[in-house]
């Protein structure tokens, strides 16, 4: 048997190649700018292929984003052996590292929910429904009811957080641990006036 065919990638393999090249894409450029084409050049194949793998831009789109949006979701799982307090401050600390380290791709997942795919939009916001309800797992065990206003502001202070991320963690002059501390008396301010509201 040839090395070449030793060395041909089964066509999972080959997909997620593909994909992971469309990630890297995101390091330096907004998800709108990935075409069939540019990815095509990049990875070194043909057009042709892509289509057979994603059947369009959409679902390449689709791919690309879901991938991305999972990695920032597993370097960032909370430690359930850590207390609440310690558990949410622990998590924003390695949410600032993710951004210093893949700004490009943090930055396009938090405007990919401005993307004409309504499935795009979806697998963003599914990211940040998931994150509020861990907060809301987290102060439920320090004794703040779940109510519609608790929530309410719990997912309005994950986009607000994001926001953050974007303009500060990537900023090597930015201090983590001031970073942290600032986001956590937003989320306790937020959380604050979310208990006192007869919402």
Do not use: C
């Not at 030793?6 to 190649?17: C, F, G, I, K």
């Not at 593909?18 to 990049?42: C, K, Q, T, Y």
């Not at 641990?177 to 006192?196: G, I, K, N």
């Amino acid at each position: 048997m040839s090395s070449e065919r030793r060395s041909r990638l089964t066509p999972e393999d080959r997909r997620t190649q593909l994909i992971v090249v469309g990630v890297n894409f995101l390091a330096d450029h907004p998800l709108d700018e990935l075409s069939m084409d540019e990815l095509a050049r990049r990875a070194g194949v043909s057009r042709a292929l892509l289509f057979h793998y994603f059947e369009s831009k959409q679902g390449m789109h689709r791919a690309v984003v879901t991938t991305a949006r999972d990695s920032l979701l597993q370097a960032t799982a909370p430690d359930p052996e850590l207390e609440p307090r310690e558990r949410i401050d622990d998590t924003l600390r390695r949410f600032a590292i993710f951004v210093r380290e893949h700004r490009g791709t943090f930055l396009s997942l938090v405007r990919g929910v401005a993307s004409g795919d309504p499935t795009v939009r979806a697998l963003v916001d599914e990211s940040r429904e998931f994150n509020a309800e861990l907060l809301r797992e987290a102060f439920g065990e320090l004794g703040v009811r779940d109510t519609r206003a608790v929530r309410v502001a719990l997912r309005a202070w994950v986009s607000f957080a994001e926001e953050v991320f974007v303009s500060l963690a990537a900023d090597q002059l930015t201090d983590d641990d001031e970073l942290v501390a600032f986001l956590v008396r937003t989320l306790d301010a937020a959380v604050t006036a979310a208990r006192d509201s007869d919402l």
